[in-house]
T-cell receptor, first 113, second 111 residues
Framework: DTAVSQTPKYLVTQMGNDKSIKCEQNLGHDTMYWYKQDSKKFLKIMFSYNNKELIINETVPNRFSPKSPDKAHLNLHINSLELGDSAVYFC????????????FGEGSRLTVL | GENVEQHPSTLSVQEGDSAVIKCTYSDSASNYFPWYKQELGKGPQLIIDIRSNVGEKKDQRIAVTLNKTAKHFSLHITETQPEDSAVYFCAASFNDYKLSFGAGTTVTVRA
């Protein structure tokens, strides 16, 4: 009965590879997010979707491409991985785009070698 | 855009003592200020939030204060317990849109 679930939890890969992280929420929320947490714990928003439409797109390299097949899912695909992409990626959701509490998943730790 | 500064970056307190974390924000239009707690290996979780129409809010052992004039807000944890050990993040936004997070405070409660 996990509210926001991400897979995989851990991902170790070589530079130059392409990888995806999947996220699903069963809360019936309209809005989903991807956040990146670096090694210093700093949390930075990357993308936000509201009802499958992109509403926030921060200054993120275009190697990162989010996809929302429906409002319960928001996946993150990363092409040509670089060392600096190593981080913990968190998916989150909230009821709608202007209503407060974010519900975070447990994170996906990406290590690029 | 909004810039949120958080201090201190680490805080060690004796069990039973109080802990205070302070944040400042730059955008005077910001009106929503949540606090999140992140335990090891988990995602952040909302513990308390305050909107700009109130100056203080309490929930059991935690309280948040807001000074809109000075553009700063604080988290107060009283009677700290070992389970309060975690990383705490403040955040700010206008109308709940696009939260900007502080850099986090690692709180350690010593038994």
């Amino acid at each position: 009965d996990t509210a926001v679930s991400q897979t995989p939890k851990y991902l170790v890969t070589q530079m130059g590879n392409d990888k995806s992280i999947k996220c699903e929420q069963n809360l019936g929320h309209d809005t989903m997010y991807w956040y990146k947490q670096d090694s210093k714990k700093f949390l930075k928003i990357m993308f936000s979707y509201n009802n499958k439409e992109l509403i926030i797109n921060e200054t993120v390299p275009n190697r990162f491409s989010p996809k929302s097949p429906d409002k319960a899912h928001l996946n993150l695909h990363i092409n040509s991985l670089e060392l600096g992409d190593s981080a913990v990626y968190f998916c989150a959701s909230c009821i709608s785009q202007n209503t407060g509490e974010l519900f975070f998943g447990e994170g996906s730790r990406l290590t690029v070698l | 855009g909004e810039n949120v500064e958080q201090h201190p970056s680490t805080l060690s307190v004796q069990e039973g003592d109080s802990a205070v974390i302070k944040c400042t924000y730059s955008d005077s239009a910001s009106n929503y200020f949540p606090w999140y707690k992140q335990e090891l290996g988990k995602g952040p979780q909302l513990i308390i939030d305050i909107r700009s129409n109130v100056g203080e809010k309490k929930d059991q052992r935690i309280a948040v204060t807001l000074n809109k004039t000075a553009k700063h807000f604080s988290l107060h944890i009283t009677e700290t317990q070992p389970e309060d050990s975690a990383v705490y993040f403040c955040a700010a936004s206008f109308n709940d849109y696009k939260l900007s997070f502080g850099a986090g405070t690692t709180v350690t409660v010593r038994a």
